[in-house]
């Protein structure tokens, strides 16, 4: 049973551009989260899918937005991207039903120039 | 707003416990969390805890919650070296969803 993934594991853009980046859940899950870890910080949450809406969003400019398709599965993408940008961001998954038991993918490594 | 806040840094020797520390501010919290995250690693549900406890154990590791304090902790038995890693505490950002709030992680080393 794959657990959380994300793709790419890494990235590398310039100012400016746009990113997106990907997630597919834990299988049986239906609940997509993105959350943004600076270094040496705490993950940020930026925003939640259920059902494929957005249903509840962190304090992130609408440089931010997401998607999740019928499948359970999502992006994140960024535009207009800012050397503070650069971060890990994590996915997590979960079931409606057991929200509290959060399952975290290994992360995207976003490096801007 | 909600915050949350842990100690930094924790270095304990091998067999010993650790007991890692963190304080929240909202009253309101149903579950608190414990995850850990490794070198290169997403984050791991280690444990929670629902409000109404306010102690749960889990093999080597202990959860105590002092609500009235906002005080949770997390004791970890016989520490091990594959325990070096950063804990993170984590609270519901609000009663509305289910998003949460995290503190800076309290990064553990064991030595040998």
């Known amino acids: 049973d794959a657990g959380v993934t994300q793709s790419p594991t890494h990235l590398i853009k310039t100012r400016g551009q746009q990113v997106t980046l990907r997630c597919s859940p834990k299988?049986?899950?239906?609940?997509v989260s993105w959350y943004q870890q600076a270094l040496g910080q705490g993950p940020q949450f930026i925003f939640q899918?259920?059902?494929?809406?957005?249903?509840q969003r962190g304090n992130f400019p609408d440089r931010f937005s997401g998607h999740q398709f019928p499948n359970y599965s999502s992006e994140l993408n960024v535009n207009a991207l800012l050397l503070g940008d650069s971060a890990l961001y994590l996915c997590?998954?979960?079931?409606?039903?057991?929200?509290?038991?959060?399952?975290f993918g290994s992360g995207t490594q976003l490096s801007v120039l | 707003g909600e915050d949350v806040e842990q100690s930094l840094f924790l270095s304990v020797r091998e067999g010993d416990s650790s007991v890692i520390n963190c304080t929240y501010t909202?009253?309101?919290?149903?579950?608190l969390y414990w995850y850990k995250q490794e070198p290169g690693a997403g984050l791991q549900l280690l444990t929670y805890?629902?409000?109404?406890?306010d102690m749960k154990q889990d093999q080597r590791l202990t959860v105590l919650l002092n609500k009235k304090d906002k005080h949770l902790s997390l004791r970890i038995a016989d520490t091990q070296t594959g325990d070096s890693a950063i804990y993170f505490c984590?609270?519901?950002?609000?009663?509305?969803?289910?998003?949460?709030?995290f503190g800076k992680g309290t990064t553990l080393s064991v030595s040998s």
């Open positions: 997590a998954s979960s079931i409606a039903q057991e929200a509290e038991k959060l399952f």
């Open positions: 299988s049986g899950h239906d609940t």
């Open positions: 899918y259920y059902e494929e809406e957005e249903r």
């Open positions: 909202d009253s309101s919290s149903t579950y």
């Open positions: 805890i629902f409000s109404n406890m």
């Open positions: 984590a609270d519901h950002i609000n009663q509305a969803g289910t998003a949460l709030i």
